[in-house]
């Protein structure tokens, strides 16, 4: 009679245990990737700051700066390699210039990112991207994007104050939880690859938003929620549909988007001054801020919104929007005109 077999075990089910020791290994190499990036930034500055300190410790070294950066970048990279180049350098240099003070330097962002901060002229947009980018967590790609559309320039337009020359110079003020810090005139939707709104209805443009939610919701800014599309609201005989919906968790509101191929008129005012009002009725909740109506349209004529319930409403806003990326000198000018534009309501006021 043969012995009976040996009883084997049951395999227990390793999976939670992988599970955490997967997702303590990747939050370890994670740590470590960040402490290295923090590390790199700070050896770029502290490099930055030796350059500049030994340029300006005398005459006769301040003669010799112009063969200073080639004469380093080439005793640097014979024994360290790859980025140490005299542009590289330039940009350490230049890093801390823009940033001498290194606990006001947000470490969560790259060199990569540093370098793109360096084409930012303006001292207050280059913080304010610094921060927004640390904040939202931008990619250098995001941030290329937002610095190349004047982010923060039309931010402060859009904001309709009479003091905007005089914020454009100093700092773009604190959020306040009002709608008007968060819209923004025009709105750069270069994203969707449409070269223009010729033939173009506002079904396929509401799709190609859709398709492309990432993008705007990145030219739409802080705390944009997607909510719905189409979405009914109904009195006692007739359904009404919202073209877009969102909802800004720090405004604490719903955000609604009518959308216009055409030029703004005052039915475009009309029809969304009545959905702002039908939402909050039927929609916003006890907790919610009254809720935001945005047109986003391809013209607007000034007039037309200086006197209509657009002008002086802070619920209710028209914005011009572009399918293809203009110039800076072309966005700048557009800029302009807007500034103008609220000078002169201001003055009329």
Known sequence: MNPPLPVTPPTPDLTPLLSALSELIRQSRQKVLRAVDTLHVQTCWNMGRHIIEYEQAGTTRAEYGKQLLPTLAKALTAEFGKGFDERNLRHMRGFYQAFPIWNAVRTELSWTHYRTLLRVDSEHARQWYMNETATLNWSTRALE?????????????????????????????????????????????????????????????EQALIDHLQGFLLELG??????????????????FYVDLVFYNYLLKCFVIFDLKRGELSHQDIGQMDMYVRLYDDLKRGPEDSPTVGIILCAQKDASVVRYSVLHGNEQLFASKYTLVLPTEEELRAELDREQALVEANAIGQ
């Open 145 to 205: 994007r937002q610095i190349g559309t004047l982010y923060y320039e039309r931010l402060l337009v859009s904001q309709d104050r009479p003091a905007i020359k005089q914020e454009a110079t100093t700092h773009l003020a604190p959020l306040n939880k009002s709608p008007r810090e968060f819209v923004r005139d025009p709105v750069l939707l270069e994203f969707l690859g449409m070269p223009t709104v010729t033939g173009l209805f506002e079904t396929g443009l």
């Open 222 to 239: 802080k705390g944009f929620a997607f909510v719905a599309r189409q979405q009914r609201i109904s009195t006692e005989s007739k359904d």
